[in-house]
């Protein structure tokens, strides 16, 4: 799984390793988003690097509160997924709470990578927490991710946001052990819901408060 702090591009060892693990039976990644004005053109921010790794075959899926069996359909045949970032709630509704979360995780626990930004980020964990910066009740909500990793927190646009208190009131909130805080034009990288490579400011939040900067390198426990 490899989650970012902000707005694309993949970084470039993020994106080499997203690529290769994408490239099963000549690949096919699968993009969800929301459809807006100009969405199109904003696509190639995502591709970009993937295209320098050789993956060339995209699925556009735009999310609705009710998926289509053809979007299913297609998205079942991909071998990556990414999940855009925008409005995290409107992300968490469209999939968390929709057919297509299973999917996914059905995907996921077969080997196929996934990939968040900013709120798709938010959304792939088990605990979703929303910040009070990111949403029109300007508090802190918690809700149900998809569980693709389980006993940690996401928090994105770290710096940008000054979220280290609201990444340590998650903490204590959802009781779990581990909080990761990324910047923009950062990334993590778990393979088998254990950190593997970080590339950019990414930050490290235990159950006792310390905060811990781990810029680009390979993590190994």
């Not at 990111?134 to 918690?142: A, P, Q």
């Not at 990761?180 to 590339?199: C, K, V």
Request: aromatic residues 10%; glycine residues 10%.
């Amino acid at each position: 799984m490899f989650l970012f702090g902000g707005s694309p591009p993949f970084g470039k060892n993020l994106g080499r390793q997203f690529a290769n693990l994408s490239l099963n039976d000549n690949g096919k990644v699968a993009i969800l988003f929301i459809e807006k004005d100009g969405w199109e053109e904003y696509m190639q921010e995502y591709k970009s690097v993937l295209e320098g790794n050789g993956l060339v075959n995209f699925a556009y899926l735009p999310l609705s509160s009710k998926p289509s069996k053809s979007t299913i359909m297609e998205l079942i045949s991909c071998t990556g997924i990414i999940i855009c970032g925008g409005e995290t709630e409107l992300y968490h509704n469209y999939i968390v709470e929709t057919s297509i979360a299973g999917h996914i995780r059905e995907m996921y626990e077969q080997g196929v990578p996934v990939s968040g930004f900013s709120a798709g980020a938010l959304i792939c964990p088990n605990n979703c927490v929303i910040p009070p910066i990111d949403n029109m009740e300007n508090k802190h909500l918690f809700l149900n991710g998809l569980g693709l990793i389980k006993n940690c927190c996401i928090s994105v646009h770290f710096t940008k946001w000054n979220e280290e208190k609201n990444l340590k009131t998650a903490l204590a909130r959802t009781h779990v052990t581990i909080g990761y805080g990324i910047d923009d034009d950062a990334g993590i990288y778990f393979e088998n819901e254990t950190l593997s490579l970080t590339e950019g400011n990414t930050f490290i939040a235990n159950r006792k408060g310390a905060i811990i900067c781990s810029k680009t390198k390979s993590i190994g426990f």
